[in-house]
T-cell receptor
């Protein structure tokens, strides 16, 4: 079964500082994608970053980067220079190519302290 | 590009009535759409996979007779909550997978529908 685990229900970070959100996943598949989605108070799901499992290089998108450890099945998100607009729920998710379903972790609520 | 429109954004209905929620891909075609349910302060739980021109595939524990899904075209999937009860009150979100021609960047999500059954 495909599972995604986020062990940090809430986190806080000072504005302009760096924060890392943790995520682990479990799969027996070799072909899959991993994502981080952001859900602000509007509840619109916004894709933050994605990682293809076959790529060794960690994905980056401006202030957002991931640490993908395939053997350890770990996929953490680092947010640099945190901004007030980064405050939201962050969901880690996985997609197995064999069934195309995106499965989400329980989420981490990120607070940005001014 | 890759915009998904979901309608209505919120709806209040009486217990026992049915409610239809639409999910449209506006600028791409989608053979597959997904329906999720999200309770307050919880994660998105996949309810079903909607396949154009065929029956939906429901996740374990989801009542297919209560949550009717129709995917009649490559741009529209509908979720009908039949004989709604207060426990069906929730936030429903759809997402769509582009058929082809777009760099895969992750599915696009609709803005969600808040259903309140009174």
């Amino acid at each position: 079964a495909q599972t995604v685990t986020q062990s940090q229900p809430e986190m806080s970070v000072q504005e302009a500082e760096t924060v890392t959100l943790s995520c682990t996943y479990d799969t027996s598949e070799s072909d899959y994608y991993l994502f981080w989605y952001k859900q602000p108070p509007s509840r619109q799901m916004i894709l933050v970053i994605r990682q293809e499992a076959y790529k060794q290089q960690n994905a980056t998108e401006n202030r957002f980067s991931v640490n993908f450890q395939k053997a350890a099945k770990s996929f953490s998100l680092k947010i640099s220079d945190s901004q007030l607009g980064d405050a939201a729920m962050y969901f880690c998710a996985s997609l197995m190519n064999r069934d195309d379903k995106i499965i989400f972790g329980k989420g981490t609520r990120l607070h940005i302290l001014p | 590009g890759a915009v998904v429109s979901q309608h209505p954004s919120w709806v209040i209905c009486k217990s026992g009535t049915s409610v239809k929620i639409e999910c449209r891909s506006l600028d791409f075609q989608a053979t597959t759409m997904f329906w999720y349910r999200q309770f307050p302060k919880q994660s998105l739980m996949l309810m079903a996979t909607s396949n154009e021109g065929s029956k939906a595939t429901y996740e374990q524990g989801v009542e297919k007779d209560k949550f009717l899904i129709n995917h009649a075209s490559l741009t529209l999937s509908t979720l009908t909550v039949t004989s709604a009860h207060p426990e069906d009150s929730s936030f429903y979100i759809c997402s769509a997978m582009p058929l082809s021609g777009l760099e895969f960047r992750g599915y696009t999500f609709g803005s969600g529908t808040r259903l309140t059954v009174v």
